[in-house]
C-alpha cells in the first residue's frame, strides 16, 4: 500500500509565502510525475502544477511566476514553493503521483491541506 501525506498548509496574509511538502510512503519501486492541484469551495479540482521524473515543469497560468514545483527523488518528495499569494488561492491543495508498485501503477492522491490567504 503506498500514500502521500502533505504537510505546510495553513492560513497566510496577502503577498506572503507558503512552502507545501508531499512524502510518498509504502511499497515502492518508482514515481513518475507529481503534481499539485486545489480546490475551492463551489469550484472544480484544477491542476495548479506538474514535474515529469525528468524535473520538467508545467503550471496553471494563474500561478506561473509565483508558484514553484520541486521534487527530491531520494526522498520521495514533491514541494510546491508559493510566493505573492492572493485571496484567490485559497484552497484545498492536493498533490497527486504515479506511482509503480510490485503489481501496477496507479494514481496516488494525498488527502489535502487548507491554504487560507486572508488579512
Known amino acids: 500500500q503506498v500514500q502521500l501525506v502533505e504537510s505546510g498548509g495553513g492560513l497566510v496574509q496577502p503577498g506572503g509565502s507558503l512552502t507545501l511538502s508531499c512524502a510518498a510512503s509504502?511499497?515502492?519501486?518508482?514515481?513518475?510525475?507529481m503534481g499539485w492541484y486545489r480546490q475551492a469551495p463551489g469550484n472544480q479540482r484544477s491542476l495548479v502544477a506538474r514535474?515529469?521524473?525528468?524535473?520538467?515543469?508545467d503550471y496553471a497560468d494563474s500561478v506561473k511566476g509565483r508558484f514553484t514545483i520541486s521534487r527530491d527523488n531520494a526522498k520521495n518528495t514533491v514541494y510546491l514553493q508559493m510566493n505573492s499569494l492572493k485571496p484567490e488561492d485559497t484552497a484545498v491543495y492536493y498533490c497527486?503521483?504515479?506511482?509503480?508498485?510490485?503489481?501496477?501503477?496507479?494514481?496516488?492522491w494525498g488527502q489535502g491541506t487548507q491554504v487560507t490567504v486572508s488579512s
Open positions: 497527486t503521483a504515479n506511482i509503480r508498485t510490485s503489481s501496477d501503477i496507479r494514481v496516488t
Open positions: 509504502g511499497s515502492i519501486f518508482g514515481i513518475g510525475a
Open positions: 514535474i515529469t521524473s525528468g524535473g520538467s515543469t
